[in-house]
């Protein structure tokens, strides 16, 4: 049950120390967001038979991201190449107006072509063309999304980039699932009969290292999603757990139990150059690398009780970082280095925290009672994380700057432990 993987690295370290999913995940939409821009997508011209509505994933994207109002634009399709009258969409509450079309073409392939318009300022923004191909036309439909989340915010959408999760679908079945930030087009990359966990994406968004008990023992292994090749990174004696990759994908921090109890070791990411970070006779676990690649958090009981600190990527300049609360867990910083997101235990409850660590503001970002694994969008403006509904464990999100909420769950299999890629190169 989620409530025993709340933190599942580091209770899996104490526990050491003392002794395809089904169907696409759907998507339920809460809260509403502050100073929302009211924006019209209308429905895309067709020319031929088209298997995906590009104009309704672009608004579903828009709406999932907080900031943007839809204002209905009705059924009519409205081409790119239409003369936009300003005046009657403003008039209806749109102060920007996308149109577009999609076309089959004689070789298979999808002619994808859209604008975007101020209809305020009564003048084109943006406006593209893509070919694509009929797999790919839901990345596009992204791609477009991220523009206009662009052009209209200044601030780089992530719509088409991927998030990873553990489904276990039963007693002994257990899948890595890839999926589209929306959580649908869901790719299994490694099924076992034996537990996976804390998957990390690497910078490239290729490569990916996890934990699997396929050999009995928690072993970190790293995937390569385009070839399927795996190989053991780190098998040592004892528990190998908590993979986390270094910025320039080069190396990655490691929990392991070879020479004592839990402690944070590097290791490069072929397999060499293993050396020992902290070495305090407590539990460290949980590292994650700051985005200078400089520092490193890590949770630690050193203190008495399971609280974040950081260190130089020497292992040197210990600080602790979490002072409230008695049990604060699984940290992640954003990728601007501005905030501090971790679970934190209060009032009998796990809930994601952040914490700015400039000033020490702290804020409660979910209202439910067992999250864990939160995980940053890399353009820092969306926290990923898994809770408990209904007993069963679903992936929600949650816009850092709205109030919006956004719950991914499947009709079956409980979906834990999600990390969010990076940008698509």
């Known amino acids: 049950m989620l409530r025993l993987r709340c933190v599942a690295c580091f209770v899996y370290a104490f526990w050491l120390a003392a002794s395809s999913a089904s169907a696409q995940l759907r998507i339920e939409v809460t809260g509403v967001g502050a100073n929302q821009f009211p924006i019209a997508v209308a429905t895309f011209a067709r020319d031929g038979q088209i298997p995906q509505d590009i104009d309704a994933i672009i608004r579903a994207n828009l709406q999932r991201a907080g900031v943007f109002r839809l204002i209905d634009a009705g059924s009519a399709p409205l081409p790119e190449t239409s003369?936009?009258?300003?005046?009657?969409?403003?008039?209806?509450?749109?102060?920007?107006?996308v149109v577009g079309s999609v076309a089959r073409l004689a070789d298979g392939r999808f002619d994808i072509r859209f604008r975007l318009y101020d209809t305020v300022k009564q003048q084109q923004l943006d406006g593209l063309s893509y070919l694509s191909s009929a797999n790919d036309l839901r990345l596009q439909a992204h791609r477009i999304s991220d523009r206009i989340y662009e052009?209209?915010?200044?601030?780089?959408g992530v719509f088409a980039t991927r998030i990873a999760y553990v489904v276990q679908l039963g007693r002994n079945a257990y899948e890595?699932?890839?999926?589209?930030?929306?959580?649908?087009?869901?790719?299994?990359?490694?099924?076992?009969?034996?537990?996976?966990?804390?998957p990390a994406w690497a910078p490239d968004g290729v490569r990916i290292a996890y934990v699997s008990f396929e050999k009995g023992k928690p072993i970190v292994f790293i995937h390569t999603l385009t070839t399927g090749e795996r190989?053991?990174?780190?098998?040592?004696?004892?528990?190998?757990?908590?993979?986390a990759w270094s910025p320039d994908g080069k190396t990655l921090a490691v929990a392991l139990t070879r020479d004592g109890p839990t402690s944070i070791y590097l290791i490069n990411a072929d397999g060499t150059g293993l050396r020992r970070l902290t070495n305090s006779g407590a539990i460290d676990t949980e590292p994650h690398f700051a985005p200078d690649g400089k520092t490193i958090y890590f949770?630690?009981?050193?203190?008495g009780g399971p609280q974040i600190y950081r260190m130089d990527i020497n292992g040197n300049n210990v600080q602790r970082v979490t002072f409230n609360g008695d049990y604060n867990v699984t940290p992640r910083v954003s990728p601007d280095g501005r905030l501090l997101a971790y679970v934190s235990r209060r009032d009998g409850k796990f809930q994601v925290q952040t914490l700015d660590l400039a000033t020490g503001q702290e804020t409660t970002l979910t209202d439910t009672a067992l999250d864990e694994s939160p995980s940053f969008a890399p353009n820092g403006r969306f926290l990923l994380y898994a809770t408990e509904v209904a007993g069963r464990g679903v992936l929600a999100a949650a816009a850092l700057d709205t109030r919006v909420r956004v719950r991914l769950s499947g009709p079956a299999g409980d979906v834990r432990e999600p990390t969010w890629g990076p940008f698509i190169k």
Do not use: C, H, Y
């Open 299 to 303: 949770t630690s009981d050193r203190g």
């Open 151 to 156: 052009k209209l915010t200044g601030v780089r």
């Open 231 to 243: 190989r053991e990174l780190a098998a040592f004696r004892g528990s190998n757990s908590a993979p």
């Open 176 to 198: 890595l699932q890839i999926a589209d930030a929306d959580g649908a087009n869901a790719q299994t990359a490694l099924r076992s009969r034996e537990p996976i966990m804390s």
């Open 83 to 97: 003369r936009v009258d300003f005046a009657d969409w403003k008039a209806r509450g749109a102060d920007a107006l």
